[in-house]
């Protein structure tokens, strides 16, 4: 039962009021992919023990997306922000290597 | 006989005696009493039978962590099994069995496994799953499941209510012995909002029967005037009979409360018999004190073998003695205790057995003085007696058990030291460290569980984190108080500095530092390890770990599912820390190395009432209902849920059944004229300048293109390719079309939508609104269609004017609307859209105006055969996920020319485009009156690899059609269009197979849509 604060509006939501939309990040692919480029589209997804970015939705709140940065393993939060991002914003791994000098994790 | 002491219980009321049951047995408590208590106070120490040897099992503590005296409380509906007799109140007119027996708790023929033991061993479950093989399902299934199982559910509903309650707090303590009611008083005094919750009627935790006094007071009084100061404050509340029972994620907590009642067998209207605590608390304070622990000895389990803690209980709280001749074992010195308050109360001390070689302190000297026969070096080697004690033998502690003697005595207690109550620490991830000097697991401070800050959110304190004299606890409770607080972001000191709640000073009667022995004798032999109990409700003795061990199951985590030790509904609370110390004496390494296994809540089980709270019968999940709703009631509707919907299925006319319902409204609509009530159907409005471009990425087909004031078919694939959605999309205006989805998709459809617009094309400038309960959609449906519309309003509804799949506003009945002339059925139809306000109004007005056109209703089921006599698909009959539009024969719903919507790049992949895939045909039954089942499957009569039939297709839908008197089903068949007119079995039950013919999946009028 995470705690995740909306960027959008602002609301401490409970996972109850929550939507879980996977891994963020993902580049989609289009008609002209290759078949191993689809392939990782569609079914391949990081399962990291520890720093992970997740797409999620205020399903029972504003309705929207925003993506979270978290520690799979502690459930710490490192930040949430907006989907309308292609990458993590430097805010947000700035705060990462401050509490997790050591991670190394692919940048998504 | 009477057990009850002439003097003394702190917990009763001696002026109100309380009448109750016991296997039908009438006996008689006290208010206070638990049910345990009672029991004891009537001499009777035999409570049950163990879930394995079906060995008679007497009380043996005083708490929540009982696992011996197991009931089933009141009868019928209301009836709860599994109840731990030490936490039931007593009430007037209670009425208990024991459980786990057969006849009778007295004599239990199950009771003859015991003599089997020796078959019975750890990991017998695993051994009877090996070999042979056929003796599991004929011998050992049928025989384990009639002997175990515990209590008896009722069959009937729970006539009572359970409700849940929702709390926000900044500090949560939980427990309110001296440490919980400090560390409360302190955050409180730093400003947090703090809840105290113990799981106990009264409060005040172990202190008051252990003789602790602070600040010169005797404990009972300091705690009275502490809870009365924090129920006093705004900011805490204070509630008892309350167990916490699990810790997750960012400090959401649950606890439940139990609500005693004046008599078991009726339910209280007024109020829920148990209420389920949803907490969010930014810190945790853990104060739930410390479970003593038996010692291993032979015969440790026969009733009357009790913890020492548990005997002072009952002799201090209730006025109970549990013999008259007891025995006392110890490795530590909190037995004394014991030893000295049951002397005080009269009870004759045979002896006190201490395993230490040397052991000192003011608690030996007291009982010394008060006489007790202190013998050192000495523990217990046996019990006598079956059903009851009727002696010990003792034995030098470091030896084998060979030479002893006799002590004469009719009840045991033992101490062998005490274990933290740390599970609410460990369910969200903190974890444990052993102590070898205090012999026991403590929360590891340098791994706490963390909250969403990364900070830990669960601080233990008290005889919870080690602290096990009193003398230490208020300073860390204080500490432990206000360290919440600030992790709490509370750092001020607001409101007054309470004396009450601020103890200068505790003093404890005993200090408590145990020399551990985990098998006492230290060298007992195999006949008195065989019969040392470790976990007394799964019965797992110390031989079945040393096997487990020699077997290979090693690791704890291997060892506790092999033996079943700990996984009974008490979860361990008195035998994992005793299990594991054998664990590791067996492999001969340090308990720090074997571990511990984890705990995981719930810490005392919990109803499914209480998890299910209000949410069952109307209010499992609310349905959606038409404007119309009332007057389908009203006029026969047989319903059918449709997503969150309900439906008429059918209209019911006197006498008529169901089958010959719908075929009345099928020819009816066919020969006359229908009216349907369609606002279910999902309406999403898209618009904005990109809106076109947008439909275009969703739907397989092209919308940009769509003129003005016309309709389209439209497809919706996922990014798999597969069919996920379809419907009518309208073209409103240069920006604006109309989407209809499934009555199913309305919700997930405009999700998926928005899910794109927000994370991929979040330039694009499109805005959806999901219309669905805004409007009601009426179909009116049949050769008459036309009359009828012609009758409600001035629409120009010809040919010429209103082509199919051309929609226009207007004004019909007095309403405004929109109208669209498309069809689901292949008949003249026509749809109307009207505010949902203005719904019933125009419902009935149709009916009037078609009266005597012989308008009728129809429902989802005609509907449903209608659309298939046509071979239209319905998405969730013909789809399942994983079925494209080109299985689906939809080729011309699916654009070539556009470079991308979504679905295009997967229908490229190569498995999507195999020959062999399953695809749509229609299947004539060679006996038209022959009905396929839905989802039959068809086989070619050969076999698989592993002896299955192959399948080469299914049915998806599958009706009889009055309209052309024969069955008619749609099915999806490999290779199925290539395969015309070839005939394929469909194997049904009782060994029949139905055979039909593949043809076109278009049943009736090949110019489909020629007459609509």
Request: some cysteine.
């Given at each position: ?10 609301a401490?939501a ?33 399962n990291?023990?520890g ?15 925003f ?42 | ?77 209301s ?62 299934e049928?025989?384990?499941?009639r ?10 509903p ?21 440490a ?8 409180a ?53 309350t167990?916490v ?16 009642r ?14 389920l ?25 026969v009733?009357?073998?009790?913890l ?61 003085a ?39 005595a009719n ?17 969200c ?5 052993w ?6 697991f403590?929360?590891d ?26 003398s ?38 005993a200090?408590?530092q145990?020399?551990?022995a ?5 060298q ?9 109990f ?18 290979g ?36 390494q ?71 319902a ?15 009530d369609?606002?279910?159907?999902g309406?999403i ?49 240069e ?26 094309w ?12 805004q ?60 505010p ?33 006599e ?18 689906l024969?939809?080729?011309w ?11 295009k ?6 498995y ?15 006996d ?7 989802g ?38 490999e ?10 079995g ?27």
């Amino acid at each position: 039962m995470l705690i995740l604060t909306c960027p959008c509006c602002g609301a401490e939501a409970d996972e109850t009021e929550l939507a879980s939309g996977g891994e963020a990040h993902i580049q989609r692919q289009g008609p002209e992919s290759t078949d191993a480029a689809f392939e990782a589209y569609l079914f391949q997804r990081k399962n990291p023990s520890g720093v992970h970015f997740e797409r999620w939705r205020h399903a029972f709140g504003c309705g929207k997306w925003f993506h979270a940065a978290r520690c799979t393993r502690t459930l710490e939060v490192f930040g949430t922000y907006t989907a309308q991002s292609l990458k993590p914003p430097k805010w947000i791994l700035d705060r990462i290597r401050k509490r997790r000098p050591d991670w190394a994790g692919p940048l998504p | 006989m009477s057990r009850r002491l002439s003097e003394g219980g702190r917990l009763i009321d001696r002026e109100v005696p309380l009448g109750f049951l016991w296997n039908n047995r009438r006996l008689t408590g006290f208010r206070g009493d638990t049910l345990a208590s009672a029991l004891l106070a009537n001499d009777q120490q035999l409570a049950g039978r163990s879930f394995k040897y079906h060995r008679p099992r007497g009380i043996v503590t005083a708490g929540p962590e009982e696992p011996n005296a197991l009931v089933q409380l009141g009868h019928g509906a209301s009836s709860e099994p599994n109840l731990r007799a030490t936490t039931v109140e007593l009430a007037d007119g209670l009425r208990a069995t024991s459980q786990n027996h057969w006849p009778s708790l007295e004599f239990d023929i199950g009771a003859a496994t015991g003599y089997l033991a020796p078959l019975f061993a750890a990991g017998f479950y695993y051994k009877t799953f090996m070999w042979p093989r056929v003796a599991w399902k004929h011998v050992f299934e049928p025989l384990i499941r009639r002997s175990a199982g515990l209590g008896i559910p009722p069959t009937q509903p729970d006539p009572d209510h359970y409700e849940h309650y929702h709390a926000h707090v900044d500090v949560l303590v939980v427990g309110s012995g001296i440490a919980g009611l400090v560390a409360a008083g302190a955050a409180a005094d730093a400003g947090a909002r703090v809840l105290v919750l113990e799981q106990n009627p009264e409060f005040g935790g172990r202190a008051p029967v252990d003789g602790i006094t602070v600040d010169g007071l005797a404990a009972s009084e300091w705690i009275d005037d502490c809870v009365a100061d924090l129920a006093w404050r705004d900011l805490v509340r204070v509630r008892n009979r309350t167990t916490v029972l699990g810790v997750y994620d960012h400090g959401y907590v649950f606890a439940c409360e139990h609500r005693p009642r004046p008599n078991m067998d009726k339910s209280r209207a007024d109020a829920p018999r148990q209420r389920l605590w949803r907490i969010r608390a930014r810190q945790i304070v853990m104060a739930t004190g410390a479970i003593e622990r038996p010692l291993a000895f032979a015969g440790n389990d026969v009733p009357g073998v009790m913890l020492a803690s548990a005997a002072r209980d009952y002799a201090v709280n209730f006025g109970v003695g549990i013999g008259d001749r007891v025995v006392v074992v110890t490795n530590n010195d909190s037995a004394y205790l014991t030893a000295t308050a049951l002397a005080e109360a009269g009870i004759g001390i045979a002896g006190i057995l201490d395993i230490r070689e040397s052991p000192a302190g003011p608690a030996l000297d007291r009982a010394r003085a008060v006489g007790l026969d202190v013998r050192t070096g000495m523990s217990v080697a046996s019990v006598f007696g079956r059903r009851q004690v009727l002696g010990v033998s003792a034995t030098a502690s470091n030896g084998d058990g060979a030479r002893t003697e006799r002590i004469v005595a009719n009840a045991v207690v033992m101490s062998g030291g005490w274990s933290p109550s740390v599970h609410l620490w460990s369910h969200c991830g903190g974890k444990l460290a052993w102590d070898a000097n205090r012999g026991c697991f403590l929360p590891d401070a340098d791994r706490p569980p963390a909250g969403a800050d990364g900070v830990g959110m669960v601080i233990p304190v008290g005889a919870a984190n080690g602290t096990m004299d009193a003398s230490g606890i208020p300073d860390e409770a204080v500490r432990a108080g206000r360290e919440a607080a600030r992790r709490a972001g509370h750092r001020g000191r607001r409101g007054r500095q309470s004396s009450a709640s601020h103890p200068a000073q505790a003093e404890d009667a005993a200090e408590s530092q145990p020399e551990l022995a985990w098998m006492v004798p230290r060298q007992a032999k195999r006949s008195l390890r065989s019969r040392a109990f470790l976990d007394y409700q799964n019965d797992v003795k110390v031989t079945d770990i040393e096997l487990a061990v020699r077997e290979g199951f090693q690791s704890v985590e291997h060892a506790k599912r092999y033996t079943t030790l700990g996984m009974a509904t008490d979860q361990g609370k008195l035998s994992n820390v005793n299990g594991i110390g054998i664990l590791a004496t067996s492999m001969g390494q340090e308990i720090a190395g074997v571990g511990t296994t984890t705990f995981r809540p719930p810490y005392t089980p919990l109803t499914l009432g209480a998890i299910a709270g209000e949410a069952h019968g109307p209010l499992f999940k609310p349905v959606r209902k038409t404007p119309m709703d009332g007057w389908h009631d009203d006029h026969g509707a047989h319903w059918e849920p449709v997503a969150d919907w309900r439906r008429p299925y059918c209209y019911l006319r006197d006498g008529e059944t169901v089958k010959a319902a719908i075929n009345r409204e099928i020819l009816n609509t066919r020969r006359r004229v229908g009216l349907l009530d369609a606002s279910t159907l999902g309406k999403i409005l898209v618009s904005g300048p990109d809106s076109g471009r947008f439909l275009d990425m969703l739907y397989t087909g092209r919308m940009s293109t769509l003129r003005q004031g016309r309709c389209r078919y439209g497809l919706m694939c996922n990014e798999n390719g597969f069919l996920i959605d379809d419907g009518v999309i309208a073209r409103l205006g240069e920006e604006t079309f109309l989407c209809h989805t499934t009555s199913g998709g309305s919700d997930r459809i405009h999700a998926w939508m928005e899910e794109w617009l927000q994370t991929e094309w979040w330039t694009w400038k499109v805005w959806t609104v999901n219309l669905t309960e805004q409007f009601v959609q009426v179909g009116i449906v049949g050769p008459e269609a036309r009359t009828v519309m012609e009758r409600l309003g001035n629409i120009d509804v010809s040919d010429e004017a209103l082509r199919f799949m051309d929609h226009v506003d207007g004004e019909l009945a007095g309403f405004p609307v929109r109208l669209f002339r498309i069809s689901f059925s292949g008949e003249l139809s026509y749809e109307i859209q009207l505010p949902a306000a203005a719904g019933l109004e125009f419902w009935t007005q149709a009916l009037e105006a078609g009266a005597d056109l012989g308008i009728q209703p129809y429902g989802t089921e005609a509907l449903h055969v209608m659309r298939a006599e046509k071979g239209f698909i319905m998405i969730g009959d013909e789809t399942d996920g994983t079925v494209t539009p080109q299985d689906l024969g939809l080729d011309w719903a699916v654009s070539r020319l556009k470079s991308d919507y979504l679905g295009k790049r997967a229908q490229a992949r190569s498995y999507l485009n195999a020959p062999d895939r399953w695809r749509l045909v229609g299947l004539a039954t060679e006996d038209p009156n022959a009905v396929l089942p839905d989802g039959a499957y068809a086989t070619d009569g050969s076999r698989q690899q592993d002896g299955g039939k192959t399948m080469i297709g299914r049915v998806t839908s599958s009706y009889w059609s009055p309209t052309i008197n024969r069955s008619i089903a749609l099915g999806l068949v490999e290779r199925g269009p290539d395969r015309m007119g070839e005939v394929i079995g469909f194997p049904v039950e009782s060994g029949r197979t139905i055979r039909a013919k593949i043809v076109d999946p278009v049943f009736l009028g090949q110019d489909a849509g020629a007459n609509a």
